[in-house]
């Protein structure tokens, strides 16, 4: 079956240093999503990316927020300058093969835990 | 703002017993989704029902949709230990899943 694959699995910051998190999503996907999850808490959406565009970003997805396909399989998020609120979980998914379309239904990838000391 | 709200925020049942848990929404929406969620791990799709369906059936899984009413159920039956995870309603929005913040579900064998 067909996985997302996230690095790393979990990774400690010092507040205000750079972190970027990768995704390999499911190949040949031209859209990926990632999502966040701060502990115990609801699953938020942060930025969709569709062929090598930003297509829809949230409130949370500020300006110290990016994404890039540096090459052709992988996708990073990168946090500029963390603070202690970033610490969370944070999932890409990719859209599932075998539904019909018009159903956004996501592969997710195990997630990277982000630590903010 | 949040889109899916789910309850209860956490459920103990045993092995054997039902589980159902409610999801409700705000928006008009394309379909509904249900993911489990096992401890520090990514989400995993678990049933699709669509905005013009009422009732759906996957092995122990049913899932009801109201949209008069803006609410789904997820009912799991039979449950196993195995099933112990945090469930999660998420609405297709405009081609986004929005998920609301998880019901936690323990089955004690």
């Not at chain 1, 502990?39 to 930003?54: D, H, P, R, T």
């Not at chain 2, 092995?59 to 949209?67: A, E, F, H, K």
Request: glycine share 6%; hydrophobic share 35%.
């Amino acid at each position: 079956e067909p996985e997302v694959t996230q690095t790393p699995s979990h990774q400690v910051t010092q507040m205000g240093q750079e972190v970027i998190l990768r995704c390999v999503p499911i190949s040949n996907h031209l859209y990926f999503y990632w999502y966040r999850q701060i502990l115990g808490q609801k699953v938020e959406f942060l930025v969709s990316f569709y062929n090598n565009e930003i297509s829809e970003k949230s409130e949370i997805f500020d300006d110290q927020f990016s994404v890039e396909r540096p090459d052709g399989s992988n996708f990073t998020l990168k946090i500029r300058s963390t603070k202690l609120e970033d610490s969370a979980m944070y999932f890409c998914a990719s859209p599932t093969r075998g539904f019909r379309s018009g159903a956004n239904v996501l592969t997710f990838g195990a997630g990277s835990r982000l630590t903010v000391l | 703002s949040q889109q899916g709200e789910e309850d209860p925020q956490a459920l103990s049942i045993q092995e054997g017993e039902n589980a159902t848990m409610n999801c409700s929404y705000k928006t008009s929406i394309n379909n509904l989704q249900w993911y489990r969620q096992n401890s520090g791990r990514g989400l995993v799709h678990l049933i699709l029902i669509r905005s013009n369906e009422r009732e759906k059936h996957s092995g122990r899984l049913r899932v009801t949709l109201d949209t008069s009413k803006k609410s789904s159920s997820l009912l799991i039956t039979a449950s196993r230990a195995a099933d112990t995870a945090s469930y999660f309603c998420a609405t297709d929005v405009i081609g986004k899943l929005q998920f609301g913040a998880g019901t936690q579900v323990v089955v004690t064998p």
